[in-house]
């Protein structure tokens, strides 16, 4: 049976819910209780408990491209003495030798790869970003890197607080030395043993390829094809190492995926967890990891400083688990979904990911709309963004946070968005101060938006009438800034932060921008049907993945510092609504007549009549001949 729906199902204190206690009181006004009427968290599922669908495919992974036409940076090693330029190549993925390597080939048609770089774990893919091309043009780009680390002198995140706390104690050490108080001196050096020695692990980045592409899919086609590569290499730790400072970094990742109509009916809602792991251990450590499994409830063994804090006590159910190389799956299957597996040193490795069902009554952590309203040559893009209040108590108000809503722009209208800058750069400056003449070049922009405050002022047409007339910019947003960007052939409106700081739910964040085509603008035969809205959460806010200890054994049997990090990243397919509309002026709109309703139909002469004061008559016809 679904633990879920299970009345004698207990919480993760071994605690019997209300409804297991037939003789319970409060059990009849917990029954004739509505839902929600507290908000509490348990009255919504984190999680679907139909199962009798199978899960859909994520998308993008099981994809294979034969290749990719892309651009490389070249020489790959920047120098002082050299300009780096971008050379044209062509990108695939092999198997040699049972390893994965990329192969460059000058072009699709060559067969021999000038260059190959096989994968190592300790790779790693950067951020997907953007640079300038040319004077025209800009292009995503991908590095591949590897990153080692080194132990070296500097201040950790977690020890600025912890020296906070030793501060306001050094008044007590004065006084335990003065007084010859052994206990006290012994109790402040045992906390300056807790702070730790001040040292960091920090990463060493070397850059092995830069990528470029013009288009955004295959930039991510690509990163994720070598994702799935990496988390399928071998992994060994072949020898114990010595740190004088042990840590250990775990992080929590959500990739949700959505696709929705122009109306909010949700087609697809798709949900997966990525944990990752990285640490620095002394010896040959064993690590067993703790998640907030339902499986694995009331069965966990761990120390005290094995725990980890947790935003929430519930508990989620996931399927299709994948696992890395390096963690016992014979242990997960016979031992309770026990995690254990033995890191490899410093290499920051993903080691499971799995999918959850999102629950279908959940509301989406941000709704967006766009609407097109055409009229002949007046063209009107509206869109708005709004973040609800949250489902569950479990993390409480997640902030949704470097929000990029894409609206596509047809081929025809894209100059009107573009705008002609002028162009300095260091080498026309080192020119100018040697010569004495600046010459200034000429480089293609992009219209951004201005900011205007929701709503209006009452009467404002009215005033506005006598003075100057309102400037009408061709983009408006009232958060953040919108313009047009080249690389994704659409307007880009990023808001860093939603809600904003001191903003409650509930509020609506507007978009407008106003096109006035003229005789020979042309109108495109279809357009985009979709646009496009990313954002991430600092929060597993979709899936309410918890991290909830992690336990070190064969280790040098000091206790680690730990650090958790949880992230969201979400994207969403939108329809986009596209509507004929008629122009309207505020003044016009105001003074309009209302349309006159059409007069009554009048009875036809074979219809009956009904009487009012006689009604034995009603029913008969109205007629004076005899024969009735």
């Given amino acids: 049976p679904n633990p879920a729906q299970d009345p004698n199902f207990g919480d993760s204190f071994g605690m019997l819910p209300v409804q297991a206690d037939m003789n319970n009181p409060f059990l009849a006004e917990q029954s004739n209780k509505g839902d929600g009427e507290d908000g509490d968290a348990d009255e919504f599922p984190l999680f679907d408990s139909d199962v009798s669908k199978p899960l859909e495919v994520f998308p993008r992974i099981s994809i294979e491209p034969e290749g990719w036409d892309m651009y490389i940076r070249h020489p790959p090693k920047k120098k002082i003495t050299s300009q780096r330029y971008w050379k044209k190549v062509h990108v695939k993925i092999a198997n040699q030798d049972d390893n994965p390597t990329i192969l460059l080939f000058d072009s699709r048609e060559n067969k021999d790869p000038f260059q190959e770089i096989p994968l190592q774990a300790a790779y790693s893919l950067s951020d997907i970003s953007h640079q300038v091309f040319d004077q025209y043009s800009k292009v995503f780009t991908i590095k591949l890197q590897y990153i080692f680390y080194k132990e070296r002198a500097g201040i950790r995140p977690g020890q600025v607080t912890k020296m906070q706390k030793l501060t306001d104690k050094i008044g007590f050490l004065a006084k335990a030395v003065e007084d010859a108080d052994y206990q006290g001196v012994k109790e402040f050096a045992s906390d300056m043993k807790k702070l730790g020695v001040p040292l960091e692990h920090a990463p060493q980045i070397s850059e092995l390829l830069k990528l470029a592409s013009y288009s955004f899919e295959d930039?991510?086609?690509?990163?994720?094809?070598?994702?799935?590569?990496?988390?399928?290499?071998?992994?060994?730790?072949?020898?114990?190492?010595?740190?004088?400072?042990?840590?250990?970094?775990?992080?929590?990742?959500?990739?949700?995926?959505?696709?929705?109509?122009?109306?909010?009916?949700?087609?697809?809602?798709?949900?997966?967890?990525?944990?990752?792991?990285?640490?620095?251990?002394?010896?040959?450590?064993?690590?067993?990891?703790?998640?907030?499994?339902m499986t694995r409830m009331g069965l966990e063994v761990v120390g005290r400083h094995d725990i980890l804090p947790v935003p929430t006590?519930?508990?989620?159910?996931?399927?299709?688990?994948?696992?890395?190389?390096?963690?016992?799956?014979?242990?997960?299957?016979?031992?309770?979904?026990?995690?254990?597996?033995?890191?490899?040193?410093?290499?920051?490795?993903?080691?499971?990911?799995?999918?959850?069902?999102?629950?279908?009554?959940?509301?989406?952590?941000?709704?967006?709309?766009?609407?097109?309203?055409?009229?002949?040559?007046?063209?009107?893009?509206?869109?708005?963004?709004?973040?609800?209040?949250?489902?569950?108590?479990?993390?409480?108000?997640?902030?949704c946070e470097d929000v990029a809503m894409m609206i596509p722009l047809p081929e025809c209208w894209i100059y009107q968005f573009r705008t002609e800058k002028h162009n300095l750069s260091l080498a026309q400056v080192r020119d100018a101060l040697s010569t004495g003449n600046i010459n200034l070049a000429t480089r293609m922009g992009s219209v951004k938006s201005a900011h205007r405050r929701a709503g209006k002022v009452k009467g404002i047409d009215r005033f506005l009438g006598t003075l100057e007339t309102a400037s009408q910019e061709l983009m408006e947003t009232s958060s953040g800034a919108a313009k047009y960007e080249h690389q994704h052939r659409a307007i880009v409106w990023r808001v860093p932060r939603l809600p904003k700081q001191g903003q409650g739910s509930y509020t609506n964040h507007e978009f407008v921008c106003r096109l006035n085509l003229t005789s020979y603008d042309q109108m495109p035969e279809a357009f985009e049907k979709?646009?496009?809205?990313?954002?991430?959460?600092?929060?597993?806010?979709?899936?309410?993945?918890?991290?909830?200890?992690?336990?070190?054994?064969?280790?040098?049997?000091?206790?680690?510092?730990?650090?958790?990090?949880?992230?969201?990243?979400?994207?969403?397919?939108?329809?986009?609504?596209?509507?004929?509309?008629?122009?309207?002026?505020?003044?016009?709109?105001?003074?309009?007549?209302?349309?006159?309703?059409?007069?009554?139909?009048?009875?036809?002469?074979?219809?009956?009549?009904?009487?009012?004061?006689?009604?034995?008559?009603?029913?008969?016809?109205d007629s004076d001949s005899d024969s009735d």
């Fill in 313 to 399: 006590e519930q508990w989620i159910r996931y399927e299709a688990i994948e696992f890395h190389s390096v963690v016992d799956k014979k242990d997960f299957d016979e031992c309770d979904h026990i995690i254990k597996f033995q890191p490899p040193d410093a290499c920051y490795i993903e080691v499971m990911r799995f999918r959850t069902r999102p629950p279908r009554s959940r509301e989406l952590p941000m709704q967006a709309r766009c609407t097109f309203i055409i009229n002949g040559n007046k063209v009107e893009i509206r869109a708005d963004i709004m973040v609800p209040y949250h489902a569950t108590k479990a993390w409480g108000q997640v902030p």
């Fill in 530 to 621: 979709n646009f496009t809205l990313e954002f991430t959460q600092p929060a597993t806010a979709e899936s309410y993945t918890v991290l909830r200890s992690v336990s070190i054994q064969e280790g040098s049997g000091e206790p680690p510092e730990k650090f958790v990090k949880y992230l969201a990243r979400h994207e969403y397919k939108i329809g986009i609504d596209f509507q004929e509309g008629k122009e309207k002026d505020a003044y016009r709109a105001a003074t309009a007549k209302p349309p006159t309703p059409p007069p009554p139909a009048e009875p036809e002469q074979d219809t009956m009549r009904e009487y009012e004061d006689f009604p034995d008559e009603n029913g008969r016809k």
């Fill in 219 to 293: 930039m991510k086609q690509f990163s994720v094809c070598i994702e799935e590569k990496l988390f399928k290499l071998d992994v060994h730790r072949d020898k114990a190492l010595t740190y004088k400072t042990e840590e250990v970094q775990l992080t929590a990742v959500d990739e949700v995926y959505v696709e929705q109509t122009s109306d909010g009916h949700i087609t697809k809602h798709l949900c997966r967890v990525r944990v990752f792991f990285l640490s620095f251990l002394s010896g040959m450590p064993v690590v067993e990891l703790g998640v907030n499994d």
